[in-house]
């Protein structure tokens, strides 16, 4: 076996080790190996490959699992590092609706049917491995000497897929990530060729796609994330900035909302759009919120202690918390820890938030407003369903997305935001604005009989300590 321990280059995700306290990737500790050493190498993985046939093998589809794919793409990419190798993903859209309409029996044999599409591009070259990585994803490592060979292959193969006799529209997507060296670790092909397929899956007008830079420098970011993270929680580098929210007929503060900062040690700081989506994948997210909020409930506590002017603060909830069972426990439990009243902590959710788990979110919401927070629905006009929404749930405040101002000169915005805020008033919840950046839609809002903003024509998001200053001074002490 190699002499290196399996870990992960922090760089690249690169599988990689540490020998005499150095970094090594995995190409050159392979490069490293005498002859010998690589000979009982490849021995191994395919020792590893074929041993245990069934346990490495796909039962219905007789192709190799993602294990057995593993050890023999690894085998075949090392042992002919003379060829350009190329792993692609093929993925289906919608399979569990095809399984749902047709019946699971007619999802199996179209599962059949792609092994046996996969088959023949075998039997066309040497050194492809074929693997069903599981439910509907197939995995091909295949050498290749031009691009377009490995687009005329995902064209022969989605051909045969759609000859397929079935009653419903198959939509495979593929993606496709080219290997570097004979080295590039298999795991790492493979997290490329799906991140290139996710980028079109469900997307009508796009079959396949290549791993290309762009998606590299995200790889790369997601990567950092992940390993920084929690050392970025335990070591203060997340920032609570509040951007303050204004009555535009006077420009008092009226309120603010609580938005995280990464101050990251060498990226400088990093934005919440960049790092939370990757936080909300993996679950962290709640860590960063409880974070955030903590902070938020000290600052207001401390401040009410202190005898100090105090207005609510906005905290945002991301849609995770949905699935977390101790969700309104902890809002709950800070309050009363830090001896906040409900009413100074507005919960600002997004429309898509509503939207999943809706029960749960909707019985969650209940008992917090009957506690006494706020309830704020985010970004109000970018979601789906956003008048079924406002007719079941519990809503105190809506914040209308600034897409809505963004282009309020033309008469169509004039009239959609007009009737939007007679009809909030109507429903009796109040409004706010965000991304107010002009006199020009300030103008309009007031004249639409909309009092409340936040954005850059006022304030930029701002330390907290900074926010907490603003609101020391005299001329903003008005009450709410
Ligand atoms: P959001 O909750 O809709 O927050 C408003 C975003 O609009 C903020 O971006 C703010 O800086 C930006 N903004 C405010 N006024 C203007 C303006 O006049 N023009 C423009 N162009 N932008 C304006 P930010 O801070 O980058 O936050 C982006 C999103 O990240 C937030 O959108 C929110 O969904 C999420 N987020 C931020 N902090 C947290 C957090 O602590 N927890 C959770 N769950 N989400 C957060
Ligand atoms: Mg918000
Ligand atoms: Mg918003």
């Not at 580098?237 to 420009?251: E, H, I, S, T």
């Not at 790092?275 to 974070?291: H, S």
């Not at 105190?396 to 600034?402: F, N, T, V």
């Not at 954005?455 to 907490?468: D, H, I, N, S, W």
């Amino acid at each position: 076996m190699p002499k290196w321990k399996k870990g992960r280059n922090r760089e690249c995700g690169c599988m990689g080790g540490e020998q005499n306290g150095r970094e090594w990737s995995a190409e050159q500790v392979i490069k490293s190996l005498n002859e010998k050493e690589l000979e009982l190498y490849l021995y191994s993985l395919h020792k590893l490959a074929e041993n245990n046939l069934e346990s490495n093998r796909q039962m219905m589809t007789e192709l190799y699992n993602l294990r057995g794919f593993n050890y023999k793409a690894a085998e075949e990419m090392l042992q002919n590092p003379e060829l350009k190798f190329a792993m692609i993903i093929l993925d289906f859209a919608n399979f569990k609706s095809i399984n749902e309409f047709c019946g699971r029996s007619a999802g199996d044999d179209l599962l059949k049917c792609v092994a046996d599409a996969l088959r023949v591009q075998k039997k066309k070259r040497a050194h492809v491995v074929l693997s069903h990585v599981r439910a509907d994803v197939f995995a091909i490592l295949t050498p290749y000497e031009k691009k377009s060979d490995l687009v005329d292959m995902v064209k022969e193969i989605d051909e045969q897929i759609a000859s397929f006799q079935i009653a419903y529209k198959v939509l495979p997507a593929f993606g496709i990530c080219v290997a570097e060296s004979y080295t590039t670790p298999v795991s790492l092909m493979k997290d490329c060729a799906t991140m290139a397929l996710n980028t079109i899956k469900g997307k009508f007008y796009a079959k396949y796609a290549f791993f290309d830079d762009k998606m590299r420098d995200q790889m790369m970011l997601n990567k950092m994330i992940e390993n920084d993270i929690i050392g970025a929680l335990e070591e203060n580098q997340l920032a609570v900035f509040v951007q303050p929210k204004v009555d535009m007929r006077n420009g008092r503060i009226i309120g603010g909302e609580a938005l995280v900062r990464w101050l990251h040690p060498e990226r400088g700081t990093v934005s919440p759009a960049q790092f939370l989506p990757v936080l909300e994948q993996n679950g962290l997210i709640i860590d960063v919120d409880v974070y955030v909020w903590t902070k938020v409930f000290e600052m207001i506590g401390r401040r009410l202690e202190e005898g100090k002017h105090v207005v609510p603060v906005s905290i945002n909830i991301s849609r995770s918390h949905v699935f977390d069972r101790d969700f309104r426990k902890r809002l709950v439990g800070l309050a009363a820890q830090y001896h906040v009243p409900p009413e100074y902590v507005f919960l600002e959710l997004t429309e898509s938030g509503f939207s999943e788990q809706e029960d749960v979110m909707y019985e969650n919401m209940k008992f917090l407003k009957e506690y006494g927070f706020t309830l704020s629905m985010d970004d109000f006009g970018t979601g789906y369903s956003t008048m079924t929404m406002l007719k079941n749930q519990p809503v105190d405040e809506i914040k209308i997305d600034r897409g809505f101002i963004l282009d309020i000169r033309n008469s169509r915005s004039q009239t959609i935001m007009r009737h939007t805020i007679q009809m909030l008033h109507e429903l009796d919840v109040s409004i706010i604005v965000e991304g107010v950046e002009e006199k020009e839609q300030q103008d309009f809002l007031l004249d639409c009989g909309c009092r409340r903003a936040q954005g850059f024509l006022y304030y930029q998001p701002m330390p907290a300590a900074e926010f907490e200053c603003l609101l020391d001074q005299k001329e903003n002490k008005i009450s709410f």
